[in-house]
């Protein structure tokens, strides 16, 4: 660049005061600073810092500017006063250091066209300066969101009922004291959610029913769709028969849909009296388990029936029982 193709610029203030671009050099020079990475928007003041290391007869380290990160929609840069990506709101939903690490290594840089997954000691390995976009990254908080749950389910079950501790507490599920009795209970309760957590934060509402009461449905809710009270109580009562025929003794596994024949009809009424949040629970999975009380039994719908016939471990801690379908027929009765 020739020098007539640049303008003079302020180094110091009337008070005597260095401004950043003589203040930053001479700081670095100090330091022993031998490579500057930093964002593409300061690549128009990179003749000048050069100019100046050699005004002062030193080194100027190797400089290299890096794309952006772009806003979701891809208008504008990544900002945290209009997008929701401050360093503390990360930490209050849950999201894991080493997760957060790896989503950040790979904005504008990969290491081939299939890994993403990598530990510190891994990206620190890799890491090539060559393999970095020209092109901008675009912020995706799903992905974000979803490599945090791989962090999660890699973690053990004791360690992951350790690191929500602090969120059950901040909802009031279990008291702030170190209750012996409360983490053990916690320890039990939390290979229930392993598999489904995505933030720590969401283990208060996945578990908020096994330390309250479960407010049930207007019965209305219980018929499904194109029936009405007197079919869907015949659907219950079949469904119960053929249950009662198959689960006996203590019930290892659940495997969502049961079988290929199941009345599918009996899914919505089922579904309906373990409310998640919501009259239309399709994400609960589960609502009441022998843990507490032997009379109830996990139904475990894996956001609809008719997904995929998924085996789900129950790790031991819930018993069979055909009480929920009793529930069920005693729920549809009052339809009469």
Same mark, same amino acid.
């Not at 250091?97 to 993403?116: C, I, K, R, V």
């Not at 092109?135 to 999660?152: E, F, T, V």
């Not at 933030?199 to 207007?218: G, I, N, Q, T």
């Given at each position: ?6 303008? =003079?610029? /302020? ?15 001479? =700081? $670095? ?6 490579? !500057? ?35 979701? $929609? ?37 290491? =081939? ?16 300066? =060559?393999? !970095? ?12 969101? $979803? ?10 079950? $004791? ?53 309250? #009461?479960?407010?049930?449905? #207007? ?8 029936? #009405?009270?007197?079919?869907?109580? /015949?659907?219950? !009562? ?59 039994? !996990? ?17 031991? /801690? ?13 729920? /549809?009765?009052?339809?009469?």
């Amino acid at each position: 660049m020739q020098n007539a193709d640049l303008y =003079d610029i /302020v180094l110091l203030k009337s008070s005597g005061m260095p401004v950043y671009h003589l203040a930053h050099l001479v =700081d $670095d020079h100090l330091m022993g600073i031998t490579h !500057v990475i930093r964002g593409e928007e300061w690549v128009p003041s990179a003749p000048y810092h050069v100019m100046l290391y050699n005004a002062f007869g030193w080194q100027p380290p190797t400089f290299a500017h890096l794309p952006t990160i772009q806003r979701q $929609d891809g208008r504008g840069k990544l900002s945290k006063r209009k997008d929701d990506v401050s360093a503390n709101r990360f930490w209050e939903r849950g999201y894991l250091p080493e997760a957060m690490f790896n989503y950040l290594a790979l904005q504008g840089w990969s290491y =081939d066209d299939h890994t993403e997954i990598m530990s510190r000691d891994e990206v620190i390995e890799r890491f090539t300066i =060559d393999r !970095v976009q020209a092109s901008p990254a675009r912020w995706n908080p799903d992905k974000l969101k $979803d490599m945090n749950g791989i962090y999660i389910r890699k973690l053990s079950s $004791d360690t992951v009922a350790e690191r929500i501790m602090p969120f059950l507490v901040s909802a009031g599920l279990i008291s702030a004291e170190d209750d012996a009795d409360e983490h053990a209970f916690v320890k039990r309760l939390t290979p229930l959610i392993h598999e489904r957590l995505e933030e720590l934060s969401e283990a208060p509402e996945l578990l908020e029913f096994f330390f309250r #009461d479960v407010s049930y449905p #207007d019965a209305k809710l219980l018929i499904p769709k194109k029936m #009405d009270a007197a079919s869907t109580a /015949v659907a219950c !009562v079949r469904h119960t028969r053929r249950s009662q025929s198959c689960w006996s003794g203590t019930l290892r596994r659940w495997r969502i849909g049961c079988a290929r024949s199941a009345t599918s009809s009996l899914s919505s009424p089922a579904r309906s009296l373990v409310p998640f949040a919501s009259p239309s629970p399709g994400a609960a999975w589960l609502r009441r388990s022998s843990i507490r009380s032997p009379r109830w039994a !996990v139904i475990a719908p894996y956001s609809g029936w008719q997904r995929q016939r998924t085996r789900y471990k129950l790790a031991g /801690v819930t018993r069979c029982c055909t009480r929920s379908f009793q529930t069920v027929r005693s729920g /549809v009765r009052k339809l009469h």
